[in-house]
């Protein structure tokens, strides 16, 4: 479950917090002032950072200044909780690197809600940047621009590896030539047909073993898979 790193000086307030959220299922852990938060940030990694801004020995803003400077604390969310409504500190804070900004006194429903809402978004960048695509044995790697076929790294160049990506992100779907033409290679290039076709032919020999994947259809262009 996630872990929340809760920044705030006012006991009453960290109990409602902690209670609450504790009571959603997350794992709370507390720092009363801003050197301790940022301690306990460096420390126990938290997935969220909540932090009240008028805090003893480190404010609030220097907290976020410092965490976003950090390379292990950088990507940390945070969402502020203020005492006061002031715009100029919720410009501020967010400037600073924040993520989110509740004024008290808040619902503490609309905190956990905006806190599950942070890190949803955090796990969709996650799930996009370092999850490879698969399909039936391909595994395709866009961050290390790598594919492999049953384990087996398969040479693609780079026109053959964006096309491989473009198809196996949409099955079934048909693609014309005109538009792979100009999502690969650009409107300008003036490439023509044949550079794709060729593109295709060799694409469909690298991935002889899968069977016949691409498919052509007739006066249209392309499909990776025709639908049955
Ligand atoms: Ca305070």
């Known amino acids: 479950m996630a872990k929340i790193l809760l920044v705030e000086d006012e006991v009453q307030i960290q109990e409602l917090v902690q209670v609450n959220l504790e009571k959603d299922g997350f794992t709370v852990i507390n720092a ?6 940022l301690e306990l940030a460096r420390r126990d990694k938290p997935d969220l950072i909540i932090l009240d801004l008028t805090l003893p020995l480190i ?7 410092t965490l976003r400077a950090q390379k292990d604390t950088q990507a ?22 924040a993520d989110d900004y509740l004024s008290k006194p808040f619902s503490p429903r609309e905190l956990s809600a905006r806190i599950k809402a942070r890190l949803r978004e955090v796990q969709r960048k996650t799930d996009t940047k370092d999850s490879p695509l698969r399909w039936g044995g391909l595994e395709i790697s866009k961050e290390s621009y790598t594919v492999t076929l049953a384990e087996e790294p398969l040479n693609l ?3 053959e590896f964006e096309l491989l990506v473009l198809f196996v992100t ?24 044949r550079a794709l076709d060729v593109h295709i032919s060799h694409l469909r020999n690298k991935l002889k073993s899968l069977g016949p994947v691409l ?14």
């Not at 099955?171 to 792979?180: A, D, G, K, T, W």
Request: no cysteine; proline share 3%.
């Open 59 to 65: 404010d609030g803003f220097d907290v976020i200044k």
């Open 32 to 37: 009363l002032n801003g050197e301790q938060g």
């Open 157 to 159: 160049t780079v026109k």
């Open 170 to 193: 949409n099955p079934y779907q048909v693609f014309s030539r005109e538009y792979l033409i100009q999502k690969i290679w650009g409107n300008l290039s003036g490439t023509g047909t």
């Open 76 to 97: 940390i969310p945070i969402i502020i909780l203020n005492a006061s409504d002031d715009v100029m500190d919720k410009i501020i804070g967010l400037e600073l690197g």
């Open 215 to 228: 498919d052509s259809v007739r006066g249209v262009g392309y499909t990776f898979v025709r639908r049955v």
